[in-house]
């Protein structure tokens, strides 16, 4: 176990995890030229160690490990930046062919990194030593100290110095440093992510849970029922989502509303001539709307995931490839302003965090041509908002239908998968339809065993 905690010190029922939390820095002039040399020499060391590797493996077909340091008298300059960001880089290399090694289909070959399209970014990794001092009185003493320190609104960071922060929130008390990665957006703004490992409670996932509740039932007769709340959420490009309890989203569309804005300064800039400060000058405008746009889109998501995690235990959605859906049926914009796959990516580790869970079922369910009755109607299409069952003559909305499909799916498949776990004597009580504006609602018993 790497950090300051070990295994003798962790009370019974806690575990160590890591946590990150990004904060924005305001370097001086000083401090951002040595944050753009470090992140240069970086791409330099690891274009460097790629090229000897792929060399290496030409001739043998395996790959040798190289370090930064055998390249520092070639290139003196390396000996100017923080080291432990080299040697970061040569982890990252490293774990990218490890990862084409072990699955060479799904990862490529690392590609070097181009001076112009590369990001402006480097990780440096907290190192603690001892420094030998002497008292008034003469006696040598032994202190440890660590080459990031965090003091107030400043962080202390190697080669870089002092780096004014905007802390809108303290670290948890007791947390260990462990890294800080410092990044430049093309808008020139600079954050901090600082990783830090701490001791929390032990969290288990929703099978745990109820793995724990069937254990605890085996002394008793009776099986424990335990009230859980779900709902399935039915994408909806328009919408971004219509969920099972006739909830619709609706999230502003930041692109589209920016979108005017954003043209006229692009427009702008195709008239510049390229290179120039004017030019420069734009193109940072024009990023820093961007940014703007990315920041409203998050933060909707995140108080929109609070909200769901806050009402539901259980959310069911389908695994829809979106990013082929982008690329297709002109659907590209209004896709990519919705960002869904980041929202699910934000409500799955909330609900983690609360001990709920996200369901994913299969692309191919039939949600929306799916009525009632079982009827699989194959004339539905995709423009089709208002349908009339042809066997029922049901007349329901495409959406909201399909939402109550996906949740019945969900719902079939966490039933299989608790049995197939083993898990038996536990009652899960599942309502549904239960938003709190509305009245009325409805329940399932889960059995289980």
């Not at 004017?278 to 920041?295: C, D, G, T, V, W």
């Not at 965090?353 to 692309?363: A, Q, S, V, Y």
């Not at 799916?370 to 995709?382: E, F, I, Q, S, T």
Request: hydrophobic share 30%.
């Amino acid at each position: 176990m790497s950090g300051r905690y070990r295994k003798k010190s962790i009370p019974p029922g806690f575990m160590v995890c890591n946590r990150a939390y990004r904060y924005r820095a305001y370097p001086t002039d000083g401090q951002r030229i040595m944050i753009r040399k470090t992140s240069g020499c970086c791409r330099k060391v690891y274009n460097l160690m790629k090229d000897a590797n792929d060399r290496k493996y030409g001739d043998t077909g395996q790959w040798d490990s190289h370090t930064p340091a055998e390249y520092k008298e070639a290139f003196p300059y390396l000996k100017e930046v923080d080291s432990t960001a080299l040697a970061n880089t040569q982890l990252d290399l490293e774990n990218a062919y490890t990862n084409h090694s072990k699955n060479p289909l799904h990862f490529g070959l690392p590609n070097f990194r181009a001076k112009h399209f590369s990001k402006v970014s480097y990780t440096s990794s907290a190192v603690r030593y001892k420094v030998k001092n002497k008292d008034d009185k003469g006696n040598e003493t032994i202190s440890e100290k660590a080459n990031i320190e965090l003091s107030g609104n400043y962080l202390r960071l190697q080669k870089l110095g002092w780096l004014k922060l905007r802390m809108h929130r303290q670290l948890p008390q007791g947390a260990a440093i462990k890294s800080v990665t410092i990044t430049e957006e093309s808008s020139g703004a600079v954050y901090v992510s600082i990783l830090v490992e701490m001791i929390e409670k032990e969290k288990k996932d929703f099978y745990g849970r109820i793995d724990d509740m069937a254990e605890s039932a085996k002394t008793k007769k009776t099986k424990p029922v335990r009230v859980l709340r779900a709902v399935g959420l039915d994408y909806s490009s328009p919408h971004f989502y219509v969920a099972s309890d006739g909830y619709i989203a609706d999230m502003p569309h930041w692109y589209r509303i920016s979108e005017n804005r954003l043209s006229q300064l692009q427009s702008k800039l195709s008239k510049k001539v390229k290179g120039s400060k004017n030019y420069q000058k734009l193109k940072r405008k024009i990023a820093k709307l961007q940014e703007h746009i990315k920041a409203q889109r998050r933060d909707w998501q995140e108080k929109e995931a609070t909200r769901l995690v806050s009402f539901y235990d259980i959310v069911c959605v389908e695994d829809i490839n979106y990013q082929g859906m982008a690329q297709s049926l002109k659907l590209g914009k209004s896709t990519n302003d919705n960002a869904f796959g980041q929202f699910l990516s934000i409500l799955e580790r909330k609900l983690f965090d609360k001990g709920g869970i996200l369901i994913r079922i299969g692309k191919w369910e039939p949600t929306t041509k799916l009525c009632k009755c079982g009827y699989v109607n194959p004339d539905v299409k995709l423009g089709m908002n208002m349908i009339v069952c042809p066997v029922c003559h049901r007349t329901y909305d495409r959406d909201r239908n399909a939402s109550d499909n996906i949740l019945n799916a969900g719902l079939k498949i966490l039933h299989e998968t608790l049995r197939n776990r083993g898990t038996r004597g536990v009652r899960l009580l599942i309502v549904r339809d239960n938003y709190p504006d509305q009245s009325t609602g409805s329940s399932l018993l889960l059995d289980v065993g």
